[in-house]
């Protein structure tokens, strides 16, 4: 490698661009996470409610996860190809469209059920764009930190996440406690999708202003940018893949059932007002996201391995005590299982960013991430919520979302177990 190369490997990238790419994800996941804590009333407004209307609106959801990987082998082409920094700002330009689309969309009493048919597309394109935001920050973010805090630098990008996610679900809560049921089916829905659409956009703008990843500098400099990453990615990536995937799994499903579902489960079982149950959930986000740096710091001290482990037999030992809490109808026990499932949830996702990008290699990263990572968070991920609304309802068990994760959590420990440690 010519030293030009080599320096390159090691030069972090500005703090303004380390900021831009970490903290962008908060307008990513509110813009992707709104409609699982709208779940409920788009179900009215779209489906036209009844019982069978949350199971598509959460269906919904689960196809649009189905698009993840095709979008981020899309934008992980253009990245891992053409630079980090442009397949980021193509892909929040798609989510600022979409965003902006489903606040003017109109509703089933206004076309009737062709309301329904548009928003599942525009969730399609949402769930497109959103495959290469995330495997594109990570990405970035590794990239670009000093070896001994990639670990806490790239935990930003969960702890943004979450931060996203909290911003979401705070919103939802504020706009569904500020209208009455009439206006917040008629118009009042719209608002918090406006705001979505404006900050992606200003995500964009911020965006421009960002450096290249040192490291596609570096193969630039070096001549060893992929002419073909998809092929390069199954060629000298295999197990970096299969294990970014089982680790994904992991954390799809304890984010994604265990926190992203949890408003609609409260107000279905765990008798809980709407209101009350996303105030619970913003409650249990503000936990997470000071646990999540702190996992990421953990890893750099300790190993990335270790660190798994521990959150992995935590996952399997948990949660269905944690949803039999919410499920007792106590606002107070229905607090503590949404905390304590959203810590352990999102101790699972800032390990698990660096980990999965660190298996894989520079050349061709990006597309990596998308096989193994992405393709497990659309099966664990966009498909749970709605599994786990089935499941209780086809078995009567309010714990069923609990075993699920557990299941997952005791089939991804002998990966963990013999998994090589990642931390430089």
Same mark, same amino acid.
């Given at each position: 490698m010519p030293a030009a190369a080599a320096e390159l490997t090691h030069r972090p990238v500005s703090r303004g661009s380390t900021v831009i790419a970490a903290f962008s994800t908060i307008v990513e996941w509110y813009d992707f996470t709104l409609y699982l804590y709208f779940a409920t009333i788009l179900s009215r407004v779209f489906f036209g409610g009844g019982a069978g209307s949350l199971a598509v609106t959460l269906a919904g959801f689960a196809v649009a996860y189905l698009l993840r990987p095709l979008g981020a082998l899309f934008f992980g082409h253009i990245g891992d190809r053409y630079g980090r920094r442009r397949a980021m700002l193509l892909s929040v330009a798609l989510m600022s469209a979409a965003m902006l689309a489903i606040a003017l969309l109109p509703t089933r009493a206004q076309i009737g059920p062709l309301a329904g048919v548009l928003l599942l597309l525009?969730?399609? *394109?949402? /769930?497109?764009?959103?495959? $290469?935001?995330?495997?594109?920050? %990570?990405?970035?973010?590794?990239?670009?930190?000093?070896?001994?805090?990639?670990?806490?630098?790239?935990?930003?990008?969960?702890?943004?996440?979450? *931060?996203? /996610?909290?911003?979401?679900? $705070?919103?939802?809560?504020?706009? %569904?406690?500020?209208?009455?049921?009439?206006?917040l089916d008629s118009w009042g829905w719209r608002i918090p999708f406006f705001v979505g659409a404006a900050l992606a956009l200003s995500v964009w703008i911020a965006r421009s202003a960002m450096e290249e990843s040192p490291e596609f500098e570096r193969q630039r400099a070096a001549d060893s940018v992929p002419t073909h990453p998809l092929r390069h990615a199954l060629t000298h990536h295999r197990p970096g893949i299969a294990r970014g995937f089982a680790i994904s799994a992991l954390g799809s499903i304890t984010y994604y059932v265990g926190i992203g579902y949890v408003p609609a489960f409260l107000a279905s079982a765990g008798a809980q007002s709407e209101t009350v149950a996303l105030w619970l959930a913003t409650i249990a986000a503000v936990a997470v996201i000071l646990v999540t740096p702190l996992t990421g710091l953990a890893s750099d001290r300790w190993g990335r391995r270790p660190v798994l482990i521990g959150l992995a037999v935590l996952s399997a030992l948990l949660p269905i005590t944690m949803f039999s809490m919410m499920a007792s109808g106590s606002a107070a026990t229905a607090l503590v299982g949404a905390i304590v499932l959203a810590c352990v949830a999102g101790g699972v996702s800032a390990v698990g960013a660096v980990t999965t990008a660190e298996l894989v290699g520079g050349e061709g990263r990006l597309t990596g991430l998308a096989l193994g990572a992405t393709s497990a968070t659309a099966i664990f991920g966009g498909l749970t919520p709605w599994g786990a609304q089935a499941l209780i309802g086809a078995t009567g068990l309010a714990v069923m979302p609990g075993i699920m994760i557990a299941v997952v959590a005791v089939a991804v420990l002998p990966v963990l177990w013999w998994m090589p440690e990642t931390r430089p």
């Open positions: 525009l969730r399609c *394109v949402m /769930g497109f764009a959103v495959g $290469g935001e995330y495997t594109g920050v %990570v990405a970035y973010l590794l990239e670009g930190a000093r070896a001994g805090r990639r670990g806490l630098i790239t935990s930003l990008a969960a702890a943004a996440s979450e *931060v996203g /996610g909290l911003l979401a679900v $705070g919103v939802s809560a504020l706009t %569904v406690s500020s209208f009455s049921g009439a206006d």
